[in-house]
C-alpha cells in the first residue's frame, strides 16, 4: 500500500515548467528528454509528496509505476523467509525508483525520510524507451552504477573495520547530497536518514558499536552532531581517511 500525502498535477500543454527546474530534468534520466518528450511524459506523470515511513513500493507487488527521486532519501530492503528485513541501498536525488523490464517488485521501497517524488506509469517510460533509445542508455547507466555501488559497499561490509564502515557511510551519503563535494572544501551537512538501529543493521555492526564511532569521530574533529540526527562533516578530508579509501 502507498501512503502518498499529497499528490500535485503537474500536466501542461506546453514544456512542462516545474520540469525546467527539476534536479532530475538535469541529472536524472529525463535529461535524455528532448522538451517535446519531456512534455508527453508530464502529461502522464505527478508530482507527490510521501512522508517518512511510508511504504512505497512493497516486495512482490506488481509494478504500475516508476519514480524520481525529487527530494529526501528512499530506502530499499529485502524480506527473509522468517520476517527479518536487510537495507540493500538507499536512493538520493535524482535516482531512478523502479526495476525496467519487470513486473514485479523485487525489493520493499520505503520513505526513509519526507521524501518528494515525479511518479510515472511503467507503460509510458516503456513506451518512451522504445521512442528514444538515450532514455535507456540513462537507465543502463544508473543500474551500473548501483552495481558499481553495490560492490564497493560488499568491500565496505566485508573488510572494513567498524571506524571504517561508518566513516565510509556517511561519507556515501555526502557524496549523493553534494556530487562535486571535494576533501578540502567546506563543511557539508545533512540529516541522518536512518536511525541509530538501522545503521546498525545497515552495516552489520551493533548500535552500541555505531554510537561509540560516531563519538570517536566528533571527538577526533571530523564530525559534530546537533540534536542526534544532524551531522556536520567538518574534515572531510579527515573522515576519508578514516574510511580506508
Not at 516508476?66 to 529485502?78: D, E, M, P, Q, R
Not at 523490464?101 to 511503467?122: H, K
Not at 513506451?127 to 547507466?141: F, G, K, N, S, W
Request: hydrophobic share 40%; aromatic share 6%; proline share 3%.
Amino acid at each position: 500500500m502507498r501512503y502518498f500525502t499529497v499528490r500535485e498535477d503537474i500536466h501542461t500543454t506546453g514544456f512542462p515548467a516545474l520540469c525546467a527546474s527539476c534536479e532530475a530534468r538535469h541529472r536524472g534520466i529525463c535529461g535524455s528528454l528532448t522538451a517535446e518528450q519531456l512534455t508527453q511524459l508530464a502529461k502522464a506523470s505527478s508530482k507527490r509528496r510521501a512522508e517518512q515511513g511510508a511504504e512505497l513500493i512493497g516486495e512482490a507487488e506488481n509494478v504500475e509505476s516508476y519514480a524520481n527521486v525529487l527530494s529526501g532519501v528512499v530506502k530499499l530492503t529485502k524480506m527473509l523467509s522468517d520476517g527479518r528485513q536487510q537495507i540493500v541501498g538507499l536512493q538520493f536525488a535524482p535516482d531512478f525508483v523502479g526495476r525496467p523490464f519487470r513486473t514485479e517488485s523485487t525489493l520493499t521501497a520505503e520513505a526513509a525520510t519526507d521524501v518528494e517524488l515525479c511518479s510515472f506509469p511503467r507503460a509510458a517510460v516503456e513506451r518512451m524507451m522504445v521512442a528514444q533509445p538515450d532514455l535507456e542508455h540513462r537507465l543502463l547507466q544508473q543500474t551500473l552504477k548501483e552495481l558499481d555501488q553495490a560492490r564497493d559497499w560488499m568491500v565496505t561490509l566485508g573488510r572494513k573495520t567498524a571506524a571504517e564502515k561508518v566513516a565510509s557511510f556517511l561519507l556515501m551519503i555526502a557524496r549523493n547530497i553534494d556530487p562535486t563535494m571535494q576533501p578540502g572544501q567546506r563543511a557539508v551537512a545533512f540529516d541522518l536518514p536512518l536511525s541509530r538501529a538501522e545503521i546498525a543493521d545497515f552495516l552489520g555492526l551493533t548500535i552500541e558499536t555505531v554510537s561509540r564511532q560516531f563519538t570517536r569521530l566528533r571527538t577526533e574533529g571530523a564530525i559534530s552532531i546537533e540534536h542526534n540526527r544532524h551531522v556536520i562533516l567538518d574534515d572531510i578530508r579527515k573522515l576519508a581517511a578514516s574510511s580506508g579509501d
